[in-house]
C-alpha cells in the first residue's frame, strides 16, 4: 500500500469502532458532536473512494497457519451498499442523539454495528465476512436488550437463535467450501480457484444459504423479524440498523454464485419460486397490520422477496435490480421507521388507526407519503427502477413466477395507503392530543434519505454504471448459462 486513497477502505470499516470506543470516555456533553463527527467522517472516506472510482483488492495474511487473510475492497455493488450504510448511520445518529435520553450507549453501540456492517460489504475472505457478520449480531442484540419494550428478551431470544442456527451452518459451509475444494486459504481469489463440484457443491450451496435466507430474511426463516422490529425501540433507530443488517442477498450474490455456480442455476426455479411466495405472502400479511413498526418489518420482508427473486433469477438485468433495490430500500424503510419514530413521539401510540395527523403535522405526513411512494415504486424514485428491473429481467427467465411476485406491487400500494390513509386522513378523535409539526433536525432526518432517493430515482446511471461491471464479473462465473 503506497497512497493514502489505499487506506480508505481500512479507515472507513474501523473508523466507527474507534468512535465507538472513543464515546465510552467523552464527556455526556460532548457525544453528540463526537458520533456526528465520526460518522461524517466515516461517510466522507465512502464518497473519496467511490470519486476515486472505487479501492483495489488488499490482501493480508491475518492468521496464516488458519488461512485467513484481511482482504478487502470496496466497488461497484459492496460500495454502493457501504455508502447507503454510512448515511443512515449517520442519520440514525443524528436522531438517536435528539430523541434518547441520555443517548451515549445508543450511538456507541450504531458505531459499533458499522463497522460490522462495513466490514460485510468490504470483506473479500470468507472467514473475515463471518467475522464481520458476527460482529454485526452483537450490537443488534444489545441495543435490543438495553432499549427494547417489556417483551424484548423473547423477541432477543428467536432473533438470536434464528441468526446463530444460520451462522453455524455457514461456518460448517465456509470451512467445507475450502477444504473440500483445496484452497490455499479462505480468500476469495484462492476459493474461486478451487471450486467444490458435484453434490457437495449443493450441500454446502444449502447451508451458506440458510444463513443468507435469516438475513434476507425470506420465508420461513423470517419469523423472527416483525417481534424484532416491534419490541425494538419506538424511536425507530436500532430499526435503521435491523434494515441495514439484511445482508443476505449481498452475501448471496458475492459469495454463493461464484462459489457455488452449479447449484446455483440446479435450485434457480425452486428458490425463485421462494422467493415470489415470499413477496406475496408478506405483503397480504402487512395488509392486516395495524401496529406500525409490524407492517413495516412485513413491507420489508416484501421487498427482500424481490430482491430475492432478482438474485436467484440469475439474469443480469434482475441482479442489477435487486442490488440496486436492496441499497435503496435501506433509505425508504429506515426513514419510513424513524418517522413512525417522530409519529409515536407525537400521539404515545404505534396504532395505524389515530386518524387526522395531516390536519396538525402536515410536513411530517407530506414527507412520510413521499417515503411511501418510493416503498411502493412509484415512477421517479429510486424504488421503481429497482422493481421494474427485477420484473424486467426475472420474466426472461421464469414469466409464471414473476407474475405472482409482480402481484406484490398493487398489494403493496393497498397496504401502504389505506394504513396511511387510516393515519393521516381520517377524522381525529375528540379530545386528542394536539400534534406538533416536524422541527429542527428532525427536516434533516427525513429530507435527506428521500432527496437521495428523488436524485436517483431521476438519474440512475451513476448508481447503475457502479454496479453492472460487478454483476456481469459474478454472473461470468455461471459460464454463460
Known amino acids: 500500500m503506497n497512497s493514502f486513497t489505499d487506506w480508505l477502505p481500512t479507515l472507513m470499516i474501523f473508523l466507527p469502532l474507534a468512535g465507538s ?20 467522517l466515516t461517510l466522507g472516506a465512502g464518497l473519496a473512494i ?27 455493488v459492496s460500495l454502493a451498499l457501504a455508502l447507503v450504510t454510512a448515511l443512515m448511520s449517520f442519520i440514525a445518529i443524528l436522531y438517536a442523539a435528539r430523541r434518547i435520553p441520555n443517548p451515549g450507549p445508543m450511538l456507541s453501540l450504531i458505531l459499533a454495528m458499522e463497522t460490522g456492517l462495513i466490514g460485510i460489504f468490504a470483506a473479500q475472505d470468507l472467514m473475515l465476512f463471518y467475522v464481520f457478520f458476527e460482529d454485526a449480531l452483537i450490537p443488534a442484540l444489545l441495543m ?20 446463530l442456527f444460520g451462522s453455524l451452518l455457514m461456518l460448517v459451509s465456509i470451512i467445507g467450501v475450502r477444504y473440500l475444494g483445496g484452497s490455499p486459504s479462505f480468500a476469495m481469489t484462492d476459493l474461486k480457484q478451487h471450486l467444490v463440484t458435484g453434490s457437495a457443491q449443493t450441500w454446502l450451496y444449502l447451508g451458506f444459504l440458510t ?14 423479524l416483525p417481534d424484532f422490529h416491534e419490541q425494538n425501540h419506538d424511536s425507530g433507530v436500532p430499526d435503521v440498523m435491523g434494515t441495514l443488517y ?43 397490520q395495524t401496529n406500525w413498526k409490524r407492517l413495516l418489518a412485513y413491507a420489508g420482508l416484501s421487498h427482500m422477496g424481490f430482491v430475492a427473486l432478482g438474485v436467484f433469477s440469475l439474469n443480469e438485468t434482475a441482479v442489477i435490480g435487486a442490488m440496486y433495490l436492496l441499497a ?3 433509505l425508504y424503510t429506515g426513514a419510513l421507521f424513524l418517522s413512525v419514530g417522530m409519529l409515536q413521539e407525537r400521539i404515545g401510540s404505534l396504532d395505524t388507526r389515530v386518524g387526522g395527523v395531516m390536519t396538525q403535522a402536515g410536513a411530517l405526513g407530506g414527507l412520510t407519503m413521499a417515503l411511501w411512494f418510493a416503498s411502493i415504486a412509484v415512477p421517479g424514485l429510486a424504488g421503481f427502477i429497482g422493481e421494474f428491473s427485477i420484473l424486467l429481467g426475472a420474466y426472461q427467465v421464469s414469466p409464471w413466477l414473476t407474475f405472482i411476485a409482480g402481484i406484490t406491487t398493487i398489494a403493496a400500494a393497498a397496504y401502504a395507503l389505506t394504513a396511511f390513509q387510516h393515519t393521516f386522513w381520517q377524522a381525529r378523535p375528540t379530545g386528542s392530543v394536539t400534534v406538533r ?12 434519505p428521500l432527496a437521495v432517493l428523488v ?13 453492472q461491471p460487478a454483476v456481469r464479473a459474478v454472473l461470468s462465473a455461471l459460464g454463460g448459462n
Open 50 to 76: 467511490w470519486r476515486g472510482g472505487g479501492s483495489e483488492l488488499f490482501r493480508w495474511d491475518w492468521i496464516p497457519p488458519l488461512g485467513i487473510t484481511y482482504s478487502v475492497q470496496l466497488g461497484g
Open 246 to 288: 439484511k445482508v443476505g442477498g449481498y452475501g448471496i450474490f458475492t459469495f454463493a454464485i461464484p462459489l457455488f455456480p452449479d447449484a446455483s442455476l440446479e435450485l434457480r426455479p425452486i428458490l425463485m419460486g421462494l422467493a415470489a411466495f415470499t413477496a406475496l405472502y408478506a405483503a397480504w400479511i402487512a395488509f392486516r
Open 437 to 448: 409539526d416536524l422541527v429542527h433536525t428532525e427536516w434533516l432526518i427525513l429530507g435527506i
Open 211 to 224: 444463513a443468507m435466507a435469516v438475513k434476507l430474511p425470506l420465508w420461513p426463516m423470517h419469523a423472527w
Open 328 to 330: 435503496f430500500q435501506n
Open 21 to 40: 470506543l472513543l464515546l465510552l470516555v467523552t464527556p455526556k456533553t460532548f457525544r453528540d458532536e463526537v458520533a456526528g463527527f465520526i460518522a461524517a
Open 455 to 467: 436524485l436517483f430515482g431521476m438519474y440512475s446511471t451513476p448508481a447503475l454504471n457502479l454496479m
Open 144 to 163: 435490543l436488550a438495553m432499549y427494547g419494550k417489556s417483551g424484548r428478551m423473547a423477541a432477543l431470544t428467536k432473533f438470536a437463535a434464528y441468526t
